[in-house]
């Protein structure tokens, strides 16, 4: 009878011993688990902040503008995936010209995982002058540009120019004044990603022009959607008349501005006057 006790007693200190054996296998594996699911979370806050810096327009919180101009997705806090379980804390820092600092955190169970990543985007330029060019300017008699002037190619002629002259292949152009203090940079935004542009975090859409001959002065009545009467062109435009535009005007995929005409752009809200892609004159 002692002998069965004993017996029992054995089998039941194993069976006790195999059954905590596989519970403490299991928490090992859940936490094992819970620790990868966390990682991966906090990658994921990476990819999803880098999407909303690429496409600012699909962001689902107002966008800031940094402390190098360039107009981004800010972060958000207590983000959910859909099922997934765990919240994410997604911070975008501006620390530089089209670089961007990303740190996320992901909460899941009572712990949390970080990861951070720097980015640059080389789609980003500061604009610096009241116009910016990719291409080469002739500046004719008519022609006046007070605000300054930034291109990364030559600029030749009488014109005139007031303001910090930035050209890579050199300035040659009489009548110029250069201020003591340096101009304020503007919003980097517009020529990537239109129609949309963004002022203060807000997005807006730039009317197209659908002409090459500019006979009018550009106004676009919808306030709503344009009120800093942006307009863009894809195509080599001309101006002939002369007129003032109180806006901003875009050109993009090379195309070419030529002034026939005597035009004065101001724009609003701090935003250039002019930027284009392709040779001005």
């Known amino acids: 009878m002692v002998m069965v006790l004993v017996v029992v007693a054995v089998a039941s200190i194993m069976a006790y011993a195999v059954l905590a054996s596989a519970s403490l296998g299991t928490k090992v594996a859940d936490t094992t688990t819970t620790r990868i699911q966390r990682k991966y979370l906090a990658e994921s806050g990476l990819n999803l902040a880098l999407y909303y810096l690429y496409h600012p327009e699909a962001s689902p919180v107002s966008l800031v503008w940094g402390d190098w101009g360039n107009v981004h997705y800010p972060g958000e806090t207590n983000i959910s995936l859909g099922s997934i379980p765990g919240t994410l804390t997604i911070q975008v820092t501006n620390t530089a010209n089209g670089v961007f600092e990303i740190t996320s955190d992901a909460l899941l169970g009572n712990d949390k995982h970080s990861a951070s990543a720097v980015v640059k985007l080389d789609k980003y330029r500061t604009f610096d002058r009241a116009a910016n060019l990719l291409s080469n300017i002739t500046l004719t008699n008519r022609m006046s540009i007070t605000g300054g002037l930034s291109t990364l190619g030559s600029v030749v002629g009488a014109g005139s120019i007031t303001g910090l002259i930035s050209a ?55 306030l709503i959607n344009n009120p800093y009467n942006v307009w863009y062109t894809t195509n080599n435009v001309n101006f002939f008349l002369t007129t003032t535009m109180a806006g901003t005007f875009v050109t993009t995929n090379g195309a070419n501005v030529t002034m026939q005409g005597n035009l004065t752009i101001n724009p609003n809200a701090n935003l250039p006057a002019l930027v284009c892609d392709g040779n001005l004159a």
């Open 168 to 222: 890579t292949n050199g300035p040659s152009v009489g009548g110029i004044t250069v201020p003591a203090s340096a101009l304020t940079s503007h919003p980097v935004s517009m020529t990537h990603y239109l129609p949309y542009y963004f002022v203060n975090g807000n997005r807006y859409t730039a009317k197209r022009l659908t002409t090459g001959n500019v006979l009018l002065t550009l106004l676009d009545l919808d």
